[in-house]
């Protein structure tokens, strides 16, 4: 029979938290799979599943105990450094409502509006049209595989433990770029 001791189960609990929280946290705040639209339970399947896959590429992570402060720390700083990403993906996504928002007002039709039903809010047509067309160029264009290399390659660039350094915070420009070069060339 099978017998795991609580070092075993931790050391385990420990490879796969720290990835899972930075996947969950660009999953959840990322354009398209960070909607409405997409029920929370299936994002979190979906950030299970790419966890799993991607935790075998990853480099070693630090030994620490999950139920510790430095445990603690590391996960809040996964969650941060994951939702930063989310956030910058989906600030360029609402570049485009913004865009959309001014060519409705200079063409006249700004009262011409409807529930974005992704986002709950009003938005013009224009608008509406222009993220429709930005999130299928996403896709096509296959914008979510770049996001998920890019999510893999962010564990070296900035590594779990030191991703958040304050003398290091010059670097972070240069890390996110960083991550970017390899799904790029």
Do not use: D, K, P, Y
């Given at each position: 029979m099978l017998e795991l001791t609580d070092t075993q189960i931790g050391t385990w609990?420990?490879?796969f938290i720290l990835p899972l929280f930075r996947v969950t946290a660009v999953l959840m705040t990322m354009p398209i799979l960070g909607t409405r639209m997409l029920p929370a339970r299936v994002r979190l399947y979906v950030a299970v599943a790419i966890t799993v896959v991607i935790v075998p590429a990853l480099p070693p992570l630090p030994e620490f105990d999950p139920l510790s402060l430095r445990g603690l720390l590391l996960c809040a700083e996964q969650i941060i450094?994951?939702?930063l990403f989310g956030l910058?993906?989906?600030l360029l996504f609402q570049a485009f409502v913004i865009a959309g928002q001014i060519v409705a007002v200079q063409m006249g039709?700004?009262?011409a509006s409807m529930v974005d039903p992704a986002n709950g809010v009003n938005v013009?047509?224009?608008s509406q049209f222009m993220t429709m067309l930005?999130?299928?160029l996403f896709l096509l264009m296959n914008g979510h595989l770049v996001v998920f290399e890019v999510l893999t390659e962010s564990f070296t660039t900035l590594p779990v433990g030191n991703a958040l350094v304050v003398n290091q915070f010059w670097g972070w420009p240069g890390g996110w770029a960083g991550?970017?070069?390899p799904a790029c060339c």
């Open positions: 609990v420990a490879t450094v994951g939702a910058a993906l989906q039709m700004a009262f013009t047509v224009i930005v999130s299928t991550c970017f070069l």
